[in-house]
């Protein structure tokens, strides 16, 4: 059992969990950004497909940071669970004007499992052998087809449609991370650090999965139907195999074996450690921020110039340009937006502060329910409804992220 303890008995930094944490960040943006720009090339579609399991990383680690959220008072773990739904509900209107089972709802709904279940006392194998379970039963049944797997059209083989229908039918809620099988990355996570809280600790272990992941790709790249391999690897995503669920989150585990060995790499740490320590600081905030990076970069006012609009495939190296002004202008947001609240710390600090939380989750809820409203009107530009919410998503991730830090000092 975890019991709460004080910042100072908690282990030291993961140095490999913030790399972990950026290159999550990095694959999620650019692959959101590259549907964009790439076009259906073999080598497009496979590096699509790379950057496409940004999502793993991210719900590996946050499972590892579960850890962290069993050790606080109840108090805190309330007042986290609430205020996150919060901010689940309002990404899911920002991307459908409803709750759906998009990126932030499937964490929060993830991290109250892993918190009801510490509270009964329901020993940490018992999620391993739920997770083996749901694996299985999807390998027959699939239980998270997304609908974004019919943006595939006419390649889903006719087999898969039926499935399509179960899957629909048994969630509700639209989006494309579905609690199972995304659920079982969230437990791995956990797992991992629970039993290795420090990446140097015992991490040659981890190596070992490097078989099943290349065990993994060779089933994926044989399977029906007799498609292209970056498309079907795309298909496999969207589908949410067992496959690509097992096969994705070894090859992530090999990546974090590997990022460990940077706690030793001095050179190269004092390098790049500062900028990932400043995204995986703000993670929350910089993941509801790459929305708006993207969404400027891609308007046609600030990249028509550079970017092909007419049908034919953006070159590579204006691919890369555009990549890594998208990384460029999100650290520029977070600083902007950190700067801002800043201020406003310094000027209204104390009454923030005393603020308390269940007010901030009454105005957030009162919030969500006002857009759900607005949302049926004729009268009222969508549009607009869709920022307000990313405006309240993003205050609630700034006063939540202020809270962390005054229980760390």
């Not at 913030?18 to 290159?23: G, H, P, T």
């Not at 990095?26 to 579609?45: F, I």
């Not at 499935?163 to 809620?173: M, P, Q, T």
């Given at each position: 059992?975890?019991?709460?303890?004080?910042?100072?008995?908690?282990?030291?930094?993961n140095?490999?969990?913030?790399?972990?944490?950026?290159?999550?960040l990095?694959?999620?943006?650019?692959?959101?950004?590259?549907?964009?720009?790439?076009?259906?090339?073999?080598?497009?579609?496979i590096?699509?497909?790379?950057?496409?399991?940004?999502?793993?990383?991210?719900?590996?680690?946050?499972?590892?940071?579960?850890?962290?959220?069993?050790?606080?008072?109840?108090?805190?773990?309330?007042?986290?669970?609430?205020?996150?739904?919060?901010?689940g509900l309002?990404?899911?209107?920002?991307m459908?004007?409803?709750?759906?089972?998009?990126?932030?709802?499937?964490?929060?709904?993830?991290?109250?499992?892993?918190?009801?279940?510490?509270?009964?006392?329901?020993?940490?194998?018992?999620?391993?052998?739920?997770?083996?379970?749901?694996?299985?039963?999807?390998?027959?049944?699939?239980?998270g087809?997304?609908?974004?797997?019919?943006?595939?059209?006419?390649?889903?083989?006719?087999s898969a449609?039926p499935?399509?229908?179960?899957?629909?039918?048994?969630?509700?809620?639209p989006?494309?991370?579905y609690?199972?099988?995304?659920?079982?990355?969230?437990?791995?996570?956990?797992?991992?650090?629970?039993?290795?809280?420090?990446?140097?600790?015992?991490?040659?272990?981890?190596?070992?999965?490097a078989?099943?992941?290349?065990?993994?790709?060779?089933?994926?790249?044989?399977?029906?139907?007799?498609?292209?391999?970056?498309?079907?690897?795309?298909?496999?995503?969207?589908n949410?195999?067992?496959?690509?669920?097992?096969?994705?989150?070894?090859?992530?585990?090999?990546?974090?074996a590997?990022l460990?060995?940077?706690?030793?790499?001095?050179?190269v740490?004092?390098?790049?450690?500062?900028?990932?320590?400043?995204?995986?600081?703000?993670?929350?905030?910089?993941?509801?921020?790459?929305?708006?990076?993207?969404?400027?970069?891609?308007?046609?006012?600030?990249?028509?110039?550079?970017?092909?609009?007419?049908?034919?495939?953006?070159?590579w190296?204006?691919?890369?340009?555009?990549?890594?002004?998208?990384?460029i202008l999100?650290?520029?947001?977070?600083w902007?937006?950190?700067?801002?609240?800043?201020?406003?710390?310094?000027?209204?600090?104390?009454?923030?502060?005393r603020?308390?939380?269940?007010?901030?989750?009454?105005?957030?809820?009162?919030?969500?329910?006002?857009?759900?409203?607005?949302a049926?009107?004729?009268?009222?530009?969508?549009?607009?409804?869709?920022?307000?919410?990313?405006?309240?998503?993003?205050?609630?991730?700034?006063?939540?992220?202020?809270r962390?830090?005054?229980?760390?000092?």
């Open positions: 059992m975890i019991e709460p303890t004080s910042p100072a008995a908690s282990p030291p930094r140095i490999a969990l913030d790399y972990l944490r950026a290159v999550a990095l694959m999620m943006m650019w692959a959101h950004l590259w549907r964009v720009l790439l076009g259906a090339t073999a080598t497009q579609r590096a699509l497909a790379i950057v496409e399991i940004g999502q793993v990383p991210f719900f590996l680690a946050f499972g590892m940071t579960q850890v962290r959220l069993l050790r606080r008072d109840r108090e805190a773990i309330w007042s986290t669970l609430v205020l996150f739904g919060l901010i309002l990404h899911g209107y920002f459908w004007f409803r709750p759906a089972w998009e990126f932030f709802l499937f964490l929060w709904f993830m991290s109250a499992v892993i918190v009801a279940t510490r509270a009964l006392g329901v020993p940490p194998r018992w999620l391993v052998a739920a997770s083996v379970v749901v694996l299985a039963v999807n390998a027959v049944f699939p239980l087809m997304s609908p974004f797997a019919l943006m595939l059209g006419p390649q889903i083989a006719a449609r499935a399509l229908a179960f899957a629909e039918h048994f969630w509700l809620l989006g494309p991370f609690p199972a099988p995304w659920g079982v990355v969230v437990v791995l996570g956990l797992v991992l650090g629970v039993e290795f809280p420090a990446a140097l600790r015992r991490v040659d272990v981890v190596g070992a999965l078989v099943v992941a290349l065990l993994a790709a060779v089933f994926l790249a044989y399977r029906t139907p007799p498609l292209s391999i970056g498309l079907r690897f795309q298909l496999e995503k969207w949410v195999s067992t496959a690509y669920v097992i096969g994705s989150s070894a090859a992530v585990l090999v990546m974090y590997a460990a060995r940077l706690e030793t790499a001095t050179w740490r004092q390098v790049t450690y500062p900028a990932v320590r400043f995204f995986s600081d703000r993670l929350l905030e910089a993941t509801i921020l790459h929305y708006l990076a993207g969404r400027i970069l891609l308007d046609p006012r600030v990249s028509g110039w550079l970017i092909v609009r007419d049908g034919h495939d953006t070159s190296p204006v691919t890369l340009v555009v990549s890594i002004a998208n990384v999100l650290a520029i947001l977070v902007l937006v950190d700067r801002l609240w800043g201020l406003t710390l310094r000027r209204s600090g104390k009454t923030i502060a603020l308390n939380w269940r007010w901030v989750a009454f105005g957030g809820g009162l919030t969500w329910v006002v857009l759900i409203l607005a049926s009107s004729t009268h009222i530009d969508r549009v607009s409804l869709r920022w307000w919410a990313f405006a309240a998503m993003l205050l609630l991730a700034l006063f939540q992220q202020q962390r830090v005054r229980r760390q000092t």
